[in-house]
């Protein structure tokens, strides 16, 4: 998201253009199903109550969430037009292992454990729903063998948290002062609440989350703790010169 508040294209030429021919490279190999694996960003922000639903208009904020959206309505299109065997997942903000530190809860672990401060945006009071990424997969794989075609599919962790109570809670587990929280200027357009109501996945596809959130949130600051030589290295930009051996320059 911050990130394509920076510079959009890069968004655009993945996320539009990339669905485009990840579509047409489908529909020329014949391929059974195609999972367009989107956000709930794509619905815009909610005030203090409600959820977004499958049937909710389609209203982004962002340049991140408008590329997702336009890659959304290029799956729609093909299954009408062509009958794409296709599906669409709309999930919640994800958290667990091997997850980026410029993302929310491992940029404040990793920052955490250097002792460093914590940028929180704005008042902290943005909700967001948390999913652990072992249940998005296991959704995503249920929505692959069992959902009907053409049919969105939302996930989430039915776990609402504000940012600031995140914050504090991570403060908490890591034995840390609340004097490392950094207030900075909120995020332009930053929206305030995102809620995900996914009954029709849990009705439909008998899929639910299962990971407590207090209990994953754990795992995955034992999850850092133990594997700070990746943090490292990721922080480095040391996975770059990997990348660089493996597949040219990036
Ligand atoms: N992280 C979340 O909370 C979340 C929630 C809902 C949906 N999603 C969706 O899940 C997907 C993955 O998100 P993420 O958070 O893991 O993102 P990420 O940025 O951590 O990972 C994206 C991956 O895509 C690769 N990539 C980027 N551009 C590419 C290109 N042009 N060609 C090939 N590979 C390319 C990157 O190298 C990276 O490995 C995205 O489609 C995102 O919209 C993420």
Known sequence: MDRS?????????TNVLGTQVLLDAARAAKLSRFVQVS???????LGPTGAFTEQTPLAPNSPYAASK?????????????????????????NYGPYQFPEKLIPLFISNLLRDERVPVYGDGLQVRDWIHVRDHCAAIETVWRHGKVGEVYNIGGHSERTN?????????????????????????????RYAIDCSKIERELSWRPKVVFEQGLRET????????????????????KYYERQYGKV
């Open 5 to 13: 508040i920076q510079d959009s294209g890069p968004f655009v030429r």
């Open 39 to 45: 956000t709930d960003e794509v619905y815009g922000s």
């Open 69 to 93: 959206a336009a890659a959304d309505h290029l799956v729609k299109s093909y299954v009408h037009t062509f009958g794409m065997p296709a599906t669409i997942t709309r999930c919640s903000n």
């Open 164 to 192: 600031l109570d995140l914050t504090h809670r991570l403060l908490e587990l890591l034995g840390k002062p609340t004097s490392l929280i950094r207030y900075v200027a909120d995020r332009p357009g930053h929206d305030r």
């Open 221 to 240: 600051i034992d999850w850092y703790l133990s594997n700070q030589a990746w943090i490292d290295q990721v922080r480095s930009g040391e996975y770059l």
